[in-house]
């Protein structure tokens, strides 16, 4: 799968969390309720229009298995191959909500890299190539800071603004913990001067679906979404929550 999955661009919409993001993938796909549904996968063509497979809640409802999905995947991008971009050309994969960053890196189980408000292009460009590269790529979450951002998270120097700092975010993305930051001016030294010391320090975190959701009831916590939840089943969930009723 990982080796299929290098022809093509991985995306995730956050179906309750940006109204454009929900209104495209209700184009794509919904469920009984007629609404958008907290899962919805597709391949699609570079124009983000065109259908390269079935559309359904999940790969293992399009595919079936690991195998068919690899195989299917690998015909698409010979088919469908387009010419690669010149190199310093990609976009940054930076989030632009720490807040949901975090949540995203915790459900990843990866750590956040925050650039702040005063990282400038070339600091951010660095980071996006450090996030593209083969040694890195998976490794870690992006996302851009405001000033109130920085003031929520533990373990930053006091006072500081640092232009770049990597996090831990905690079993439920809700927190987070400083690992390492930096606020120098060379973009070259981003990578051993936070990246390296930030991956020493940083834990993942043992998860199955059961026990991590009956820890999640027992200790309050309760992820506010933006957007109203749609989804038939998760908003049941949610109504049942204790959270919920406060």
Not at 110 to 127: F, Y
Not at 137 to 159: I, N, P, Q, Y
Request: glycine share 8%; proline share 6%.
């Amino acid at each position: 799968m990982v080796k299929a999955a290098r022809g093509f661009v991985a995306i995730r919409p956050t179906s309750y969390e940006n109204a454009k993001e929900a209104a495209f993938l209700k184009t794509l796909f919904v469920g009984r309720s007629g609404e958008v549904e907290n899962t919805t996968f597709a391949l699609l063509k570079s124009d983000g229009k065109t259908r390269l497979s079935g559309i359904s809640r999940s790969p293992a409802q399009v595919f079936g298995n690991a195998t068919n999905m690899a195989a299917a995947m690998r015909k698409i991008h010979d088919t469908h191959r387009v010419n690669d971009k010149p190199a310093g050309s990609a976009v940054s994969p930076a989030l632009s909500s720490v807040r949901l960053a975090t949540n995203v890196a915790a459900c990843d189980n990866l750590p956040l890299v925050i650039l702040g408000p005063k990282a400038g292009p070339e600091i951010e460009k660095e980071l996006t190539r450090l996030f593209f590269d083969s040694q890195h790529k998976g490794h870690f979450v992006m996302a851009r800071a405001t000033d109130s951002d920085l003031a929520d998270l533990s373990g930053l120097s006091e006072g500081s603004s640092p232009k770049v700092v990597m996090v831990q975010p905690d079993v439920f993305g809700l927190k987070a913990e400083v690992l390492a930051q930096w606020d120098a001016d060379d973009p070259s030294k981003i990578e051993t001067s936070v990246l390296r010391p930030g991956f020493a320090q940083f834990h993942q975190f043992a998860k199955e679906f059961g026990p991590h959701r009956t820890s999640g009831v027992r200790s309050g916590a309760f992820w506010e979404t933006a957007l109203p939840v749609t989804d038939p089943q998760e908003k049941r969930a949610r109504d049942g929550h204790p959270q919920s009723r406060k």
